[in-house]
């Protein structure tokens, strides 16, 4: 730029563009009681390393200071702990229109819940009950595993990263949950949005497991809760006695990743977050709330 008083030759550095990647976790879904399925993982969109459901990554958004930005942080869904039946979804979470679909409830005796990945079906009155797995949603996650009615037992919860494995049939144990997606988005590879595994009954050893990125193993009396701020399902519980309890989901996140040289973000009220540093980068990690984020 040509200063016209001086005559001298200035340049003007403008600031790096504000470019935040980001990833959305819903909450996971809580398994169902009594042979019950596991639930599914919370849907997952990213734009770093891999998203969920076996899509091509999301795009990072261009943003501008001084705006307001909506983010909410998704519960986990919960499970059951003194009466047969089904679990709950998960809560969907998002940042400025990205939105994840909360986690399929896994079922007790029939077809698992549809999500951002879906729940495991049931056959928990035994006999020859076939049930089929929830639905996963296109891009966030995968279905969940179904039973054969052969025996009584849940099947696991889908995964971000896979399909929940069906009961097995030939020992009654519960399926395993599919397992969840590893991205990189913070600096190191960490994996989230696995399902929850099926419950059996007593005497039956294969319970299953939960899938990697928190999900919650199926048990024969009391499961196990997916993991919090993982979107990960609640493991199926298993005889459907006094003290049998199903798993709840896990809670699910919103991290945010933009240049330093950008701007510096505001974590408004109502939400629960921090940041951290990775290189040339600044990374947010929300763990609960709703409420808005800006850079300035």
Do not use: H
Not at 166 to 179: C, F, H, Y
Not at 207 to 218: F, N, P
Not at 239 to 248: C, F, K, L, V
């Amino acid at each position: 730029m040509l200063n016209i008083i001086t005559g001298v030759i200035s340049t003007i550095t403008l600031a790096p563009a504000l470019v935040v990647d980001y990833l959305v976790v819903a909450g996971g879904a809580g398994g169902g009681r009594a042979y019950g399925g596991g639930g599914g993982a919370g849907g997952l969109r990213c734009t770093v390393t891999a998203t969920g459901g076996g899509g091509i990554l999301e795009t990072a958004q261009t943003l501008n200071l001084a705006t307001n930005y909506a983010v909410a942080v998704g519960a986990g869904g919960a499970g059951r702990t003194t009466t047969n039946g089904s679990g709950t979804n998960g809560v969907n979470s998002s940042f400025n229109g990205v939105t994840s679909t909360g986690g399929g409830a896994g079922a007790f005796d029939g077809a698992g819940s549809g999500g951002g990945s879906g729940g495991g079906g049931s056959n928990g009155s035994g006999g020859t009950l076939s049930t089929s797995g929830g639905a996963g949603t296109a891009y966030q996650g995968y279905d969940g595993g179904k039973t054969d009615g052969n025996r009584v037992s849940g099947a696991g919860g889908g995964g971000a990263g896979q399909l929940g494995n069906n009961a097995l049939s030939g020992t009654g144990g519960g399926g395993a949950g599919g397992n969840g997606v590893a991205t990189s988005i913070t600096g190191s590879s960490v994996t989230y949005a696995g399902g929850g595994g099926g419950g059996a009954a007593t005497g039956w050893t294969n319970q299953g497991a939960g899938g990697t990125g928190g999900g919650g193993a199926g048990a024969q009396v009391t499961a196990t809760n997916g993991s919090a701020n993982t979107g990960g399902g609640g493991g199926g519980g298993g005889n459907d006695a006094s003290g049998t309890t199903s798993g709840n989901g896990g809670s699910g996140i919103v991290i945010l990743r933009y240049p330093t040289a950008a701007g510096t973000i505001t974590i408004g009220a109502g939400l629960t977050g921090s940041t951290a540093t990775d290189g040339s980068y600044k990374v947010t990690t929300i763990t609960a709330g709703s409420g808005n984020v800006s850079w300035a």
